[in-house]
């Protein structure tokens, strides 16, 4: 989600021009949450797989 069209329960004001305390906070939480959210699909499938196969060489060590 996208805070261009998110207005502020606070002031009324966009989030994206942060007038207020509020809104400052919730556009600095949607642009850090935004970095998983840009990920193309096959970024996503990659770093899944880099995943699965940590886990599988942590439990191939560890029998």
């Known amino acids: ?3 261009d069209r998110l207005v502020c329960a606070n002031c ?3 989030v994206s ?3 207020c305390p509020v809104c400052r906070a919730n556009r ?3 642009q850090q949450e935004s970095f998983l959210a840009n990920l193309s ?3 996503l499938i990659a770093l899944l797989t ?3 196969a940590a886990v599988a060489l942590l ?3 560890t029998a």
């Open 12 to 14: 009324a004001a966009p």
């Open 59 to 61: 439990a191939h060590q």
């Open 1 to 3: 989600m996208t805070y």
């Open 50 to 52: 880099v995943l699965v």
């Open 28 to 30: 600095e939480r949607l």
């Open 17 to 19: 021009e942060g007038r």
């Open 41 to 43: 699909p096959l970024a």
